[in-house]
C-alpha cells in the first residue's frame, strides 16, 4: 500500500491552463513572459499538455497575489491563461473548453475544406487536364474563374484561417514569430500577389501575371487538418491519466445508522463507515473495520492477483472488491487519497521537462528568426537570378519555406514521449516522481540494493535464540531485548517482539532508549544497560564477540541475521533472524542483468548473511556491515568509478542513499521518508518494477530521440527543397500546397510515434 503521505511537496506551486499555443516557440515565449514576474523561480510551459507549472522564491509567501500578474503576463505574449485550482469543477471546465476547442477546429476544417476544393479544381484542375481548362475557357472563362477564386479564398482566410492571421501577426510585432507567423507570411503573400494579377495585373510583368489562389487556401486547410488530427492524437496520450480519474467511484455506500446509503463522494468525511459489496470499486482511503475480502489492486500495484484484506488492513480508493461485503472506516478523501495523489504525480511527470528538452529549446528559440531569414534571401535569391518571371518564382519559393518549416513537431517530440511514457509506467506500477528520472535511469550502469524490506520481504522472525550467561534465563532475555526493541521500527525488531508477544512475556518499560540507524539500539530496563544489535555496532561499544564466530558464521551461511545482547557490558545472549527473499528478487536481478546493468547489495547485515542472499540471488557485488552513511560512501566510491547510480530501498536508514543516487527508487510499500527520498516509487514490492522502470525509460528515450530527428531532420531536408536547389540540377519544385501537407504530417507522425509507447510491456525473463 503506498504511503499516505505521497508527493507531499511543500514547495507553493501554481499551474495554468495556456490557450493559443501552437509550436515550440509559443511554448519558449510563454515561458520566458511567466519567468520575468517577479517571485517566479521557475516556469516549465508544456505543449502537449498545454499546461504551466510555476514554482516560486522562498520569499513569495502568497501565490495568490500573484496570479494575476502571472494571466497579465501571459496575456502580454499574446495567449490566455486561466487558473488550475485541482477541484473538479475546474477540471470539467477545462476539459469542456477543450471539446469546445475540437468542436470548433473540426467545424473550421470542414468550412475551409469546402471552400477549397473549388478553387483546388479550378486552377490546379486546369493545369494538370486540358479538358477542365477548356471547360473552364468556354464557360465562366479564366477571368471570371480568377475572381471566383478570389472571393473563395478571401472568405477562407477571413473565416477558417482568421486565426493565423489575428495570432501571428501580432506576434512578429513584439518581434517574436511563430508558426502562426510563418503561416500568415505564407498565405498572405500567395493571396496578396494573386489579388495583384487579378485586379492589377498592370503592375506586374505580363510573364509573371499568374495566381496563387489555391496555394493559399490549400496551405490553411492543410494545416487546419493537421491541428485537428494532431489534437485527437494529442487526447489519447493523456488515457492514463483519464484512465486513473476513471477508477474514482462518484458515490459511496456510506452507513447511516446501521443503513447503507448513497452518498456523493464530494461528501463523505474521514471517520465515515462505508459499505463496499462484490464488484464494487472502494471510493476512498480507509481501514477495514468488518469482512476479510480479495481486492484486486492491480489499478494501483499494475499486480493482477487479487489481495488478502483482513481487520485494520488499509484499503486504497479506485480498488475493485472481487468477493465478500466488507466495511471500512474512512480515513482519507478528495484530494488526500492515494489515488488523487498518484494522479497529481503522474501529472507532475508529464508536464516535466528533460535535460534533453534544453537543446531543443535552444535550437528553437532561434529556428523561426532563422526560417524568416531563409524565406527572404530565397525571395531575394530568385528574384535576381532566377528565370523568368522571377517574381513568380520568387513568391513561390520563399512561401514553400516559410510553410514546411513550421516547428510544431519540434515543440511536441519531448513532451508528448514523456505523457504517453510516463503514464505507461503508471499503469506498470511504476511512477516517477520526477520527471527528469525519466533521462537519467536510461543511463543506470550499476543498481544497488537494500537487503532487509527490499530484496527480502521484510517480515523477518526470530529462528533462534542462545542464552550465553547462566544468571540469566531465555524469558528473561527475550522480554528484556523486546522491550528495548520495541521503540524501532526496524523490521528485525518487530520480529523480536513478535516472538516475545507470541510467548505472551510481560514487557518491563524501557527508558534512555537510543538508536543507531541501520547498526543496533540501546536502553535501560529493569535498570539493567542493555546493547543490542550486529556485530560492528558491538565492536563499538567495546563488547567482544570473538568467542561466537563460529555459531556467527553458522547462522550467516544460512542466510540467518545473527543479534547480539549485552548486559551492563557483558555478551549475554545471542538470536538469529531469518527473513525470506521475495519472490521476484531473483527474477528482477537476472531481467536487469540481461538489461546490461551491474547489479550490487549494500547492506548492514552480516557478510556471510549478505553473502548467501547474493548468492541465491544471484547478485555480482556485495557490501556487508555498511551503515546508513557508509551506504551514501559506497554509492560515491561507484560514482567514482563514472557509473551512473540507481539505488533501491525502502526504510528510513535508506533515504540517504536514495536522495544521493542519480537515480532513487523506492518501494511503494516502505517507508514515507524514503519515498520522499526517492524519485522513482514502485507502487508494490515486486522488484521487477525496478526492470520494468528501466524498460521505460529507454523505450521512451528512444522514441524522444526518433521524434527529434524526425523533426529537425525533416527540416533540415527540406527546407533547401522548398528554397529550390534542386531546381539547377532537376528542375524539381516543392509547392507551397505539398509543403503545407508535408509539414502537417510532421507533427501527426511524432504525436502517432510517440503514441507506440502505450505498448511497453512489463518487464519479463522472455
Not at 96 to 109: D, G, I, P
Not at 216 to 243: C, D, F, P, Y
Not at 642 to 662: E, K, Q, R, S, Y
Not at 751 to 762: F, S, T, Y
Request: glycine content about 8%; charged content about 15%; hydrophobic content about 50%.
Amino acid at each position: 500500500m503506498l504511503v499516505q503521505t505521497l508527493n507531499s511537496d511543500t514547495t507553493p506551486q501554481v499551474e495554468l491552463a495556456i490557450k493559443g499555443m501552437t509550436c515550440a516557440s509559443c511554448v519558449l515565449r510563454v515561458e520566458k513572459a511567466l519567468a520575468k514576474v517577479p517571485g517566479v523561480a521557475q516556469a516549465n510551459v508544456n505543449l502537449a499538455t498545454h499546461r504551466a507549472s510555476l514554482s516560486f522564491t522562498p520569499s513569495v509567501t502568497d501565490t495568490q497575489s500573484l496570479i494575476p500578474q502571472l494571466v497579465k503576463a501571459t496575456e502580454d505574449a499574446g495567449y490566455e491563461a486561466s487558473v488550475l485550482n485541482g477541484d473538479k469543477a475546474t477540471e470539467l471546465a477545462l476539459a469542456a473548453e477543450q471539446a469546445n476547442e475540437a468542436v470548433t477546429l473540426k467545424r473550421s476544417f470542414l468550412v475551409a475544406l469546402a471552400l477549397t476544393l473549388p478553387v483546388f479544381v479550378l486552377e490546379m484542375g486546369s493545369h494538370l487536364f486540358p479538358f477542365i481548362h477548356q471547360l473552364i475557357h468556354d464557360s465562366i472563362g479564366m477571368q471570371r474563374s480568377w475572381w471566383l477564386q478570389a472571393l473563395l479564398t478571401t472568405l477562407i482566410l477571413a473565416g477558417p484561417g482568421r486565426s493565423f492571421f489575428s495570432k501571428g501577426f501580432p506576434a512578429l510585432w513584439r518581434l517574436g514569430p511563430d508558426m502562426n507567423s510563418l503561416v500568415a507570411l505564407g498565405a498572405s503573400s500567395a493571396w496578396l500577389y494573386s489579388m495583384v494579377t487579378t485586379f492589377m495585373p498592370q503592375w506586374l510583368p505580363e510573364g509573371a501575371r499568374h495566381v496563387y489562389f489555391e496555394a493559399a487556401a490549400v496551405i490553411v486547410t492543410l494545416i487546419l487538418l493537421g491541428r485537428l488530427l494532431e489534437m485527437r492524437a494529442r487526447g489519447r496520450t493523456g488515457s492514463a491519466i483519464k484512465h486513473l480519474i476513471g477508477l474514482q467511484p462518484r458515490q459511496a455506500r456510506v452507513m447511516v445508522n446501521g443503513i447503507p446509503t448513497d452518498v456523493e463522494i464530494d461528501l463523505v468525511k474521514p471517520g465515515d463507515l462505508i459499505l463496499v459489496r462484490p464488484g464494487e470499486k472502494v471510493a476512498t482511503d480507509g481501514v477495514i473495520s468488518e469482512g476479510q475480502p480479495y481486492l484486486n489492486e492491480s489499478m494501483i500495484t499494475g499486480e493482477p492477483i487479487p489481495v488478502t484484506k483482513h481487520l485494520g488492513d488499509k484499503v486504497t480508493a479506485g480498488t475493485l472488491n472481487t468477493t465478500t461485503s466488507f466495511t471500512y472506516r474512512t480515513t482519507h478523501t478528495g484530494a488526500q487519497t492515494v489515488l488523487a495523489r498518484i494522479i497529481r504525480m503522474v501529472e507532475n511527470a508529464q508536464g516535466a521537462k528533460l535535460p534533453i528538452q534544453a537543446v531543443v529549446d535552444r535550437v528553437t528559440a532561434r529556428f523561426v528568426p532563422a526560417i524568416m531569414l531563409c524565406a527572404l534571401l530565397t525571395f531575394v535569391t530568385w528574384l535576381v537570378w532566377g528565370p523568368a518571371p522571377s517574381l513568380s518564382y520568387a513568391l513561390v519559393n520563399a512561401v514553400a519555406v516559410l510553410i514546411i518549416a513550421c516547428p510544431c513537431a519540434m515543440g511536441l517530440a519531448t513532451p508528448t514521449s514523456i505523457m504517453v511514457g510516463t503514464g505507461r509506467a503508471a499503469e506498470l506500477g511504476v511512477l516517477f516522481r520526477q520527471g527528469d528520472a525519466l533521462q537519467r535511469l536510461r543511463d543506470v550502469t550499476v543498481i544497488a540494493f537494500d537487503k532487509t524490506g527490499t530484496l527480502t520481504q521484510g517480515k523477518p522472525t526470530l529462528t533462534d535464540l542462545v542464552v550465553l550467561d547462566p544468571l540469566h534465563d531465555r524469558a528473561t532475555v527475550l522480554g528484556w531485548t523486546a522491550a528495548m526493541q520495541l521503540h524501532s521500527e526496524h523490521p528485525i525488531a518487530q520480529a523480536i517482539v513478535a516472538a516475545a508477544t507470541a510467548e505472551k512475556l510481560a514487557l518491563p518499560a524501557a527508558s534512555d532508549f537510543m538508536a543507531t540507524s541501520g547498526a543496533g539500539v540501546a536502553a535501560t530496563v529493569s535498570n539493567k544497560a542493555l546493547l543490542s544489535g550486529a556485530q560492528h555496532f558491538m565492536r563499538t561499544h567495546g563488547i567482544d564477540t570473538q568467542s561466537q564466530n563460529e555459531l556467527t558464521e553458522h547462522w550467516a551461511a544460512q542466510g540467518k541475521t545473527p543479534i547480539y545482547l549485552a548486559v551492563d557490558g557483558k555478551l549475554t545472549a545471542m538470536m538469529a533472524v531469518s527473513d525470506p527473499i521475495k519472490p521476484s528478487a531473483a527474477q528482477a536481478i537476472s531481467a536487469l542483468k540481461k538489461l546490461g546493468i551491474h547489479t550490487v547489495m549494500i547492506t548492514g547485515d552480516h557478510p556471510r548473511t549478505a553473502q548467501a542472499v547474493a548468492s541465491q540471488l544471484g547478485i555480482d557485488e556485495v557490501h556487508a556491515q555498511v551503515l546508513p552513511e557508509g551506504k551514501v560512501d559506497q554509492l560515491l566510491a561507484l560514482r567514482e568509478k563514472n557509473h551512473v547510480i540507481a539505488f533501491v530501498g525502502d526504510g528510513i536508514n535508506d533515504a540517504p542513499a536514495l536522495a544521493t543516487a542519480d537515480v532513487g527508487i523506492a518501494i511503494g510499500t516502505g517507508t514515507d521518508v524514503a519515498i520522499e527520498a526517492a524519485s522513482v516509487v514502485l507502487m508494490s514490492d515486486n522488484l521487477m518494477g525496478v526492470a520494468t522502470a528501466v524498460n521505460v525509460s529507454r523505450s521512451t528515450l528512444k522514441n524522444i530521440h526518433q521524434n527529434l530527428f524526425w523533426a529537425f531532420a525533416y527540416n533540415v531536408a527540406l527546407v533547401p527543397v522548398a528554397a529550390g536547389v534542386l531546381y539547377p540540377s532537376f528542375g524539381v519544385l516543392l509547392s507551397p500546397v505539398f509543403a503545407a501537407g508535408a509539414m502537417a504530417c510532421s507533427s501527426v507522425f511524432v504525436v502517432m510515434n510517440a503514441l507506440r509507447l502505450r505498448q511497453i510491456k512489463a518487464a519479463t525473463l522472455s
